[in-house]
Nanobody, 126 residues
Framework: QVRLEESGGGFVQAGGSLRLSCAAS????????MAWFRQAPGKEREIVAG????????YYSDSVKGRFTITRDNYKLTVYLQMNDLKPEDTAVYYC???????????????????WGQGTQVTVSS
C-alpha cells in the first residue's frame, strides 16, 4: 500500500542537530498516522513522534519533547524529524512508519503500525 524510505541519519556530537526525512510513495490516507520510532541496542522499539497526514495534532514522547519536532510536506509526501540538542541516549536506529488503519486519534502503539521503512542509524557521541 505504501513504501517508506528514511534518510538523514549519521554521526553527531552531543548537543548537535540532525534532520531525518521519510519519503512515502503509494497510498497515504489522511487519517493514517505517520510516526518516528527508534530502537537502541537491548531496548524495545519506542515511538518518539507522530502526526497524521491531515490535521494539526502531534505526539511526542516525554524523552524528546522540546528537542524534536515532526513536520510534513503533503505535496512531497515526506515527513521530517528535526532533532536538536542530541544526547548520547538518543543513539538508535530510527524508523518511520505508517499506521495500518486510519483513525480519529493519533496512533501511539507499536501494534498499530504495519508499514515500515528500512531504518537509519543515528549515533551521538559524548
Amino acid at each position: 500500500q505504501v513504501r517508506l524510505e528514511e534518510s538523514g541519519g549519521g554521526f553527531v556530537q552531543a548537543g548537535g542537530s540532525l534532520r531525518l526525512s521519510c519519503a512515502a510513495s503509494g497510498r497515504t490516507p489522511g487519517g493514517s498516522t505517520m510516526a518516528w520510532f527508534r530502537q537502541a541496542p537491548g531496548k524495545e522499539r519506542e515511538i518518539v513522534a507522530g502526526m497524521k497526514w491531515s490535521g494539526f495534532s502531534t505526539y511526542y514522547s516525554d524523552s524528546v519533547k522540546g528537542r524534536f519536532t515532526i513536520t510534513r510536506d503533503n505535496y512531497k509526501l515526506t515527513v521530517y524529524l528535526q532533532m536538536n540538542d542530541l544526547k548520547p541516549e538518543d543513539t538508535a536506529v530510527y524508523y518511520c512508519a505508517q499506521s495500518t488503519n486510519p483513525g480519529v486519534e493519533i496512533a501511539t502503539a507499536l501494534s498499530q503500525y504495519g508499514y515500515w521503512g528500512q531504518g537509519t542509524q543515528v549515533t551521538v557521541s559524548s
